[in-house]
């Protein structure tokens, strides 16, 4: 179930302009020591450098060959960028090695990654400094749910291990691992491919990869092929969960 970095850098396209926009909303000196939390191939943590000219970023994630492309990607930061191959669950003072405590935490696309959100939550809040910013957005209720249909009613009851979790949950989970000045909001963010075989490369690289490592590699592209087949439209029913909060 590894991630084929290489592939998902191409097909990421979506995810890049989620995380420029919510880029925006951190609120930046430009020296500051920000953590990239799920930096994936790097496409994002290159804008983020660009906002911290005097700062230094720390991109962390839990795919080895994402770590390995986004080393690639931001060669030419050597010295503002630091990288961590470490899973969130297991995230606190002792494996930042010194960079901590954080002025921030900034991540896209990745919390719905991480089943335990208590556990990820408490973690994030372990590194980080009083009244630093926790600037997020991941797959939020309701996500992909025609996607998932369309895969039960090929006989595949789950695609793959995620939580989608609602504005009010979240808000409760933060409250209690020590945030505060919330904010978190849902909003939908349909994805639509003019392109047939794009779509079929996305699904592969990502909606699908976890269910796809179970079955023979011939019949993977087979499989997803059919999955885009009998989509109604070619539309990917995306529902993102933001969330903007400080470290009391």
């Known amino acids: 179930m590894e991630w084929d970095a290489a592939r998902y850098d191409k097909v990421s396209t979506p995810q890049a302009r989620w995380g420029r926009v919510v880029l925006e909303r951190l609120e930046l000196a430009g020296d500051e020591t920000v953590l990239d939390a799920g930096c994936g191939t790097g496409r994002v943590t290159e ?12 991109a962390l994630d839990a795919s080895a060959p994402m770590i390995e492309q986004a080393k690639s990607r931001l060669a ?11 899973d969130l669950l297991d995230l606190g003072p002792a494996v930042l090695d010194g960079a901590g405590p954080l002025d921030a935490v900034f991540s896209t696309a990745t919390f719905h990654w991480v089943t335990d959100h208590e556990r990820l939550f408490a973690n994030i ?8 910013q926790l600037v997020a ?6 996500n992909i749910a025609g996607l998932l249909e369309v895969v039960r ?3 595949v009851e789950r695609a793959g291990t995620w939580l989608y979790a609602s504005p009010e949950q979240t808000t409760r989970r933060l409250e209690r691992a020590g945030f505060g000045d919330l904010r978190v909001w849902s909003h939908p963010e349909p994805v639509t491919f003019s392109d047939r075989t794009a779509l079929v490369d996305f699904l592969q690289t990502v909606c699908l ?6 079955i023979d590699p011939q019949q993977q592209r087979a499989f997803t092929e059919r999955v885009a087949a009998a989509m ?8 993102r969960l933001n969330i903007v909060a400080r470290a009391k």
């Open 47 to 58: 804008e983020l450098l660009k906002a911290l000219p005097e700062g230094h970023v720390v």
């Open 76 to 86: 030419g930061a050597a010295g503002r960028v630091s990288f961590l191959h470490v």
């Open 125 to 132: 809040r372990s590194v980080l400094r009083p009244g630093a």
């Open 137 to 142: 957005q991941c797959g939020g209720e309701g």
């Open 153 to 155: 009613s090929l006989g």
């Open 209 to 214: 990869r976890e269910h796809l490592a179970t």
């Open 232 to 239: 109604p439209v070619p539309t990917l029913d995306y529902v």
